[in-house]
């Protein structure tokens, strides 16, 4: 069975500071990678998706990046947080044929 | 512009009754219809899909579509406290994987 893992589960970070999100999926390959993000009280906001090694799409934006080095690794990553990007920060994967995404459990980023 | 609205809720119903909740899309080209449920502090889960319009039975839980109306929405009988979550209404449209996500319905289920 397939299973996705994300790390650290808690972080907090001072503005300014750099960010690195890692995601890693087992037992299946050449999966869709996404990162999302859910802000306090808000739906979850597309940021990058990954359909193989290197290949990414930005959503939206920002001041964060994304990279997949491996075909089941995917990292999410900052130069310099904002407060606003405090939030809960998910990893999902899917078959190409897109059946359904399968979310990770998530990391919560307070940016102070 | 591509859209999934949900009624933030929340939606209250006894321990034992039928919970009923509700999503609109406002892009007809949308295909495929996905629920999750959210408990507080953790990850989505998904818990049904639909693609044909009609309704989708899987145990307690029954997905249905109407794709003239735009409207999809997820039965759950004989609710237990521990259906109390957020209900996510996802869409997806045409043939990439991307999904757009409704703001989600908190269910509580009442003893």
């Known amino acids: 069975s397939q299973t996705i893992h994300q790390w650290p589960a808690t972080l907090v970070q001072p503005v300014g500071s750099p960010l690195s999100l890692e995601c890693t999926v087992e037992?299946?390959?050449?999966?869709?990678l996404y990162w999302y993000r859910q802000a306090a009280g808000r739906g979850l906001q597309l940021l990058f998706y990954s359909v193989g090694i290197g290949q990414i799409s930005s959503e939206v934006p920002q001041n964060l990046s994304a990279s997949r080095p491996q075909d089941r690794q995917f990292i999410l990553s900052s130069k310099k947080l904002l407060l606003s990007d405090s939030g809960f920060y998910l990893c999902?994967?899917?078959?190409?044929?897109?059946?359904?995404?399968?979310f990770g459990p998530g990391t919560r980023l307070t940016v102070t | 512009q591509k859209e999934v609205e949900q009624n933030s809720g929340p939606l209250s119903v006894p321990e034992g009754a039928i919970a009923s909740l509700n999503c609109t899309y406002s892009d007809r080209g949308s295909q495929s219809f996905f629920w999750y449920r959210q408990y507080s502090g953790k990850s989505p889960e998904l818990i049904m899909f639909i693609y044909s319009n009609g309704d989708k039975e899987d145990g307690r839980f029954t997905a249905q579509l109407n794709k003239a109306s735009q409207y999809v929405s997820l039965l759950i009988r004989d609710s237990q406290p521990s259906d109390s979550a957020t209900y996510l209404c996802a869409v997806r449209t045409g043939g990439g994987n991307k999904l757009t996500f409704g703001t989600g319905t908190q269910l509580k289920v009442e003893l």
């Open positions: 037992g299946t390959s050449n999966p869709n």
């Open positions: 999902a994967w899917s078959l190409r044929t897109g059946t359904g995404q399968y």
